[in-house]
Nanobody, 128 residues
Framework: QVQLVESGGGLVQAGGSLRLSCAAS????????????MGWFRQAPGKEREAVAA????????YYTDLMKGRATISRDNAKSTVYLQMNSLKPDDTDVYYC?????????????????WGQGTQVTVSS
């Protein structure tokens, strides 16, 4: 099992940037993190959690939904057991709670149901 902790959220003006981090911890995290594909999702109150981006276990392949395509970049550092989401040109509509997640063995990389482990989320608020 892996525990995920997000950080880096906060209040930013429209047009600004934020870099979210998600660190994995747990007894076996350092050896197992590199075996998990990872994803970033976001959720507004009363709405479904939506995929933003995903990255393969090695980091060689990245995937984006249309939500933030061209404005977000997902990356990972397996030596640090950490995945990142760099977000640029932020808009007020990007205001959400952002979650990172570790994917299970089956399912699509951009499907919420494919992910087994979730962080607690970090709030991103973009002011106009």
């Amino acid at each position: 099992q892996v525990q995920l902790v997000e950080s880096g959220g906060g209040l930013v003006q429209a047009g600004g940037s934020l870099r979210l981090s998600c660190a994995a911890s747990g007894r076996t995290a350092s050896s197992t993190f590199s075996t998990y594909a990872m994803g970033w999702f976001r959720q507004a109150p009363g709405k479904e959690r939506e995929a933003v981006a995903a990255i393969s276990s090695s980091g060689s392949n990245t995937y984006y939904t249309d939500l933030m395509k061209g404005r977000a970049t997902i990356s990972r550092d397996n030596a640090k057991s950490t995945v990142y989401l760099q977000m640029n040109s932020l808009k007020p509509d990007d205001t959400d709670v952002y979650y990172c997640a570790a994917k299970g063995l089956f399912g699509s990389l951009l499907s919420r149901g494919s992910y087994n482990y979730w962080g607690q989320g970090t709030q991103v608020t973009v002011s106009s």
